[in-house]
């Protein structure tokens, strides 16, 4: 009889272990899916913030001044995290995980001329520009540029000459009086800061401050005035995902012919 309750003790005392050691396992494939569950959605979360970043580009009317932020964004993020052809790695050393994005935009060569003052490109020289990898290479010429400028005539003179610019770079020719020479001159003079002002009409065309002729400053900040307030549609079905990871890849935009 003793033997009998010693030997039920123990298969209760199995009986209790293994609900237990089952109510462990329940609970660990339980916590392992929750964890599993979060880990899926908090990446899915991440896609989204990441997409939207960019989705908020997917539309028309986008401002050339716009598309210059993304161009840069796009750089950044190629040369922070994507994934590199030749092996490297980051700014900080860490592996390169992902596809590269690409941000591209055209102008076409018809339309060029919205964007100059007469019949030369100092900034817009080609027709398509492409961001594909580490470097905004458009948006940092086109900074160095303008920084230059700036720091020459000020942005607040150059955007003056750029209003007036039709009464400054005035046509010459056999016809062309003094007097409409010393009016342009004067009116350089009105818009400019004291140490780029002139005493000579021919010094537009041969003076330089920084690294171009007074005419070529006016002319490439008229330029950029141009490209910022250009209007630019993202053609429809440009917008790529990876496969894989479901971010954006690609996008590509087009001038529209509007500008703001």
């Given at each position: ?18 609900v ?37 580009y ?42 590269p ?44 540029k ?15 000459m ?21 009016a ?77």
């Amino acid at each position: 009889m003793e033997n009998a309750s010693k030997a039920l003790l123990m298969a209760a005392s199995v009986l209790i272990a293994l609900v237990i050691i089952g109510a462990l396992i329940l609970m660990f494939n339980n916590l392992t899916n929750y964890q599993s569950t979060k880990t899926v959605s908090n990446r899915e979360a991440q896609v989204i913030e990441f997409n939207n970043q960019y989705e908020t580009y997917n539309r028309k009317n986008v401002r050339g001044s716009e598309l210059l932020s993304l161009l840069n964004r796009a750089a950044d993020y190629n040369r922070r995290t994507s994934s590199a052809s030749d092996g490297s790695k980051g700014d900080e050393g860490q592996d390169l995980l992902y596809e590269p994005i690409t941000i591209s935009f055209t102008i076409n060569q018809s339309d060029i001329t919205s964007f100059i003052y007469n019949d030369r490109a100092y900034l817009l020289t080609q027709n398509t520009w492409k961001v594909s990898g580490r470097e905004d290479t458009f948006g940092k010429d086109m900074k160095s540029k303008i920084d230059d400028l700036e720091g020459n005539y000020t942005a607040d003179s150059l955007a003056k000459m750029v209003k007036e610019i039709s009464n400054i770079l005035i046509e010459v020719n056999p016809r062309t009086t003094q007097a409409e020479k010393d009016a342009a001159m004067d009116v350089y003079n009105k818009c400019s800061i004291n140490k780029t002002k002139i005493n000579n009409f021919g010094d537009l065309k041969s003076k330089s401050f920084g690294n171009c002729t007074i005419e070529e400053a006016i002319r490439t900040y008229y330029e950029y005035v141009q490209f910022k307030r250009a209007r630019f549609d993202c053609i429809e079905g440009s917008v790529k995902y990876n496969d894989g990871t479901g971010r954006i890849t690609k996008m590509e935009f087009e001038f529209n012919g509007k500008f703001e």
